[in-house]
């Protein structure tokens, strides 16, 4: 072989060598990552930065809110204890009324009302009475008791009051009749109740009623 030959093939084999030399290795070629550098995260460790938040759920308080009282007119509260407090005062809608003649002398007539009704009532007061077509009505004799100590009229039940037409004196009028409405401390809207009284003769001056009281007697007396 000549100079020329041989050294066209040790260059060759050379070229060779050197492409080997620089080419992937085994590892490279098969697609593995080999060792990670200490600046390159790994694929499967997360980094500081993609750890969640370090905030805590909310705790629950171990103290329960206390229940809101029940106030007195809720649902399933008691009724009332006081059995006379649904009692209203009596009006003519609840009673009977009548007027019997006590002493002619004097013109005195016994004043009768009856509860009529189902419920007790309480009767104030004194009556409230006009002379038939008069005006004005009968001047009040003696003090009536509170509301709280008035006679509370059951069902059934009656209270009296004193009527005087008072002496002939030559100042008043005759009447056949009389009209009743109960005082009931209100603007209650009554039907006057009226009783025959025939001759009743009623003095300008000494007229007058008494407080409703539970006995015919005291009626008469006061």
């Known amino acids: 072989m000549s100079t020329v030959r041989r050294t066209a093939v040790a260059l060759a084999a050379l070229s060779a060598l050197a492409l080997t030399a620089c080419g ?4 490279d070629t098969a697609g593995g990552t080999g060792t990670p550098s200490a600046g390159t ?10 750890s969640p938040s370090g905030s805590a759920a ?15 007119g809720s649902p399933g509260s008691k009724a009332p204890t006081d059995p006379d407090y649904d009692v209203f005062p009596c009006s003519t809608h609840d009673v009977t009324f009548t007027a019997s003649l006590a002493e002619p002398t004097t013109g005195s ?5 009856t509860n009529k ?54 100042t008043g009028k005759t009447v056949d009749s009389i009209a009743m409405t109960m005082n009931t401390e209100s603007d209650l809207v ?5 009783a025959p009284t025939p001759g009743l003769y009623v003095s300008a001056t000494k007229n007058s009623v008494t407080p409703w009281v539970d006995n015919a007697e005291d009626a008469l007396s006061l």
């Open 24 to 27: 992937p290795t085994g590892d």
């Open 41 to 50: 995260p790994s694929a499967g460790t997360p980094t500081a930065g993609a």
């Open 58 to 72: 909310p705790s629950t308080s171990a103290t329960p809110t206390a229940k809101p009282a029940k106030s007195a």
């Open 109 to 113: 007539y016994l004043l009768k009302i």
């Open 117 to 170: 009704g189902t419920k007790a009532c309480r009767v104030l007061g004194h009556p409230v009475v006009t002379f038939g077509a008069l005006d004005g009505q009968a001047t009040e004799r003696g003090t009536a008791p509170g509301i709280e100590d008035a006679i509370r009229l059951a069902p059934g039940k009656s209270a009296y009051a004193g009527l005087m037409g008072g002496a002939a004196d030559g």
């Open 190 to 194: 009554q039907t006057p109740l009226k």
